[in-house]
């Protein structure tokens, strides 16, 4: 069974910073590219960052580029996101999710498995 | 940037078949993808590459891209179809997300 769990969200203020956390289980890690998705509670889904399978592309919304940087280590199963200098509009709930496919700049990938997420509020 | 348009809201009796569309510039250019997420649930992908179902998805879900409108058609919907669905597509540069659209089954 396919299992992804983000952890390292919470309350932090405007200008800190957060680094998200996703374990993955249940698949071959390695194989595939991996994404953040951030969803504001009660509006529609946006896709922040992915990665490919071995790091050697990555890709950011227009929103977060030039200030988060998403990262995976294969040898612990492990996808980041790193978050500097947090805005009010970041938070969200952000999402850990899997790919159909190991590259990210594709028009074959699709969002396959997700994690049930992890808070992020970025509040004074 | 590109946009995905769909309808805020669709309503179907149970047993009818619903049809959620998605438009966007030359959207039947590229694959689209839909997603179905229920209150307090993570979403879940129910249609990818314009008309594939993954495993565990029933035959009842289909999708069809033509032109500049991606179709989810629901065959015989149920009470546990109802839910908000998303389509998504990558314009090339960003993996882009319509508003969703929130399907009543009553």
């Known amino acids: 069974e396919v299992q992804l769990v983000e952890s390292g969200g919470g309350l932090v203020q405007p200008g800190r910073s957060l680094r998200l956390s996703c374990t993955a289980s249940?698949?071959?890690?390695?194989?595939?590219?991996m994404h953040w998705v951030r969803q504001v509670p009660g509006k529609g889904l946006e896709w922040v960052s992915g990665?490919?399978?071995?790091?050697?592309?990555?890709d950011y919304a227009d929103s977060v580029k030039g200030r988060f940087t998403i990262s995976r280590d294969n040898a612990k199963n492990s996808l980041y996101l790193q978050m500097p200098s947090l805005r009010p509009e970041d938070t969200a709930l952000y999402y850990c999710?899997?790919?159909?496919?190991?590259?990210?700049?594709?028009?074959?990938?699709?969002?396959?498995?997700w994690g049930q997420g992890t808070m992020v509020t970025v509040s004074p | 940037s590109y946009e995905l348009t769909q309808p805020p809201s669709v309503s179907v009796s149970p047993g009818q078949t619903a049809r959620i569309t998605c438009s966007g510039d030359k959207l039947g250019d590229k694959y689209a993808c839909w997603y179905q997420q229920k209150p307090g649930q993570s979403p879940v992908l129910v249609i990818y590459?314009?008309?594939r179902r993954p495993s565990g998805i029933p035959e009842r879900f289909s999708g069809s891209n033509s032109g500049n409108t991606a179709t989810l058609t629901i065959s015989e919907t149920q009470a546990m179809d109802e839910a908000d669905y998303y389509c998504q597509a990558w314009d090339s540069i960003n993996r882009v997300f319509g508003g969703g659209t929130k399907l009543t089954v009553l």
């Open positions: 999710v899997k790919d159909k496919v190991a590259i990210v700049k594709t028009h074959t990938g699709a969002f396959h498995m």
């Open positions: 590459q314009d008309n």
């Open positions: 990665i490919s399978w071995n790091s050697g592309e990555t």
């Open positions: 249940g698949f071959t890690f390695d194989d595939y590219g």
